[in-house]
């Protein structure tokens, strides 16, 4: 695979788990596909650096890449429609993107084949390359012939992925019994085994709905009923069920500069004395994990949701990665702007501004921690490296406790 241009390698990768042995992938096939035995999938927008893999029927591609542009900008929307309609009318035959095939025989064991029995009926599958991260893993868009989504299907490839799938899991069937009035999120439809591989299947969340803007006070009544599923509670910081985990999520790193200096981090953050409410969190809530439709507020990606952590991460995360990601702001200065603008962005949840800071503070620890635990920076994630703007911000701000 070192030969290959890094977009080719990865659709190597992934076609190594959906479609193994017996099963046979080819690029650039001649003539037309063998019904029943071989199935041809689009690699959109081109075969030398791909960002969809879709099935080639008209209804079916058009589908996955109206869904998988709904989340985003007006300019990606637009041309996600653009490159739908051309789908719909006919332009896989035409040449449009790359073109794969898998020829599968009789009796071999695929995810599509997997799919279909655990849910009943035949699905198509279709997935987006993404960035590198360490967390990365297929996730898949199930479709039918027709063109309707069937629903999402999640499949580790490592242990860490592994992890955070079965915590997916467990997060949705909390959340199942918790009632929730303020947010719409997925329901687990399946959660099984497939080549020693764990699969979580969920319902498609009706992200086809028109956009409505997201009043402030709108997202944060939603924040704050998932931090009080399974209630809230106020305690130390010392001592507290948190700062434990915390402690060994650190402790499990790989030795380094930046765990040093997170471990000093802790301790300075530990002898402050302070107590602070502690509940649940998504992990993750960002812009492009939700949408707000006729629907309600739309609320998926579960895979980093915990208890109990500090109140108040959920609204942290949501500012620090659409300030670096949708803004554009540099990563550095967006984290030093977490601690400084901490007592403003956490007011609509009631903390006050003492403790807001140290909530902050904790949050860029925890995040850090992340990082670290999951080998983000081996991985080539392009924020995976705490050192260079978590960590700076975290030791400036400590010094002022």
């Known amino acids: 695979m070192s030969a290959l241009a890094p977009g080719r390698a990865r659709i190597d990768d992934v076609s190594a788990v959906l479609w193994p042995a017996p099963a046979v992938v080819s690029s650039a096939p001649r003539g037309r596909a063998v019904p029943g035995r071989e199935r041809d999938f689009l690699l959109l927008p081109a075969a030398g650096r791909p960002r969809l893999v879709v099935p080639a029927g008209r209804r079916a591609s058009a589908a996955a890449v109206r869904r998988y542009g ?52 035949d699905v198509l599958v279709s997935t987006h390359l993404g960035a590198a991260r360490a967390n990365a893993k297929p996730v898949l868009q199930l479709l039918t012939a027709d063109g ?31 009632d929730l009035r303020r947010l719409v999120v997925p329901e687990v439809l399946h959660h099984g085994q497939w080549q020693g591989r764990d699969v979580l299947v969920i319902s498609a969340l009706p992200v086809w709905l028109r956009r409505k803007p997201l009043p402030p006070d709108r997202l944060h009544a939603a924040m704050t009923e998932v931090a009080a599923v399974r209630s809230l509670r106020r305690e130390p910081l010392a001592g507290s069920a948190y700062l434990r985990q915390l402690q060994a999520r650190l402790a499990g790193c790989p030795a380094s500069p930046d765990r040093d200096a997170l471990d ?35 609320v998926w990606d579960w895979e980093r949701f915990s208890r109990p952590v ?29 601690v400084q603008a901490a007592a403003g962005a956490l007011a609509p949840f009631g903390i006050a501004a003492a403790e807001a800071r140290l909530t902050a503070l904790l949050y860029l620890t925890d995040l850090s921690v992340r990082y670290l635990a999951d080998r983000q920076a081996e991985a080539g994630a392009r924020l995976g490296q705490p050192g260079t703007w978590l960590i700076p911000a975290i030791e400036k701000a400590v010094t002022s406790l």
């Open 310 to 338: 500090p109140a108040g991460f959920d609204g942290l995360h949501y500012r620090l990665q659409s300030a670096v990601v949708r803004r554009h702001q540099p990563p550095p200065a967006a984290a030093a702007e977490c």
């Open 70 to 121: 709904e989340p985003g900008s007006l300019r990606a929307w637009a041309g996600t429609r653009l490159l739908a309609l051309a789908l719909a009318g006919g332009g896989a035959r035409v040449g449009l993107g790359g073109r794969l095939r898998v020829d599968t025989p009789a009796g071999a064991d695929t995810i599509e084949t997997y799919l279909s029995a655990v849910l009943g009926h």
């Open 148 to 178: 309707r989504t069937a629903g999402f299907a999640k499949i580790s490839v490592n242990a860490l992925t592994q992890h955070l799938i079965r915590t997916e899991r467990r997060a949705l069937d909390m959340l199942a019994e918790a």
């Open 264 to 298: 000093a981090a802790v301790a300075a953050l530990t002898a402050t004395g302070a107590q602070l409410g502690f509940g649940a969190w998504h992990g993750d809530w960002t812009g492009w994990n939700m949408a707000y439709t006729s629907a309600g507020l739309l």
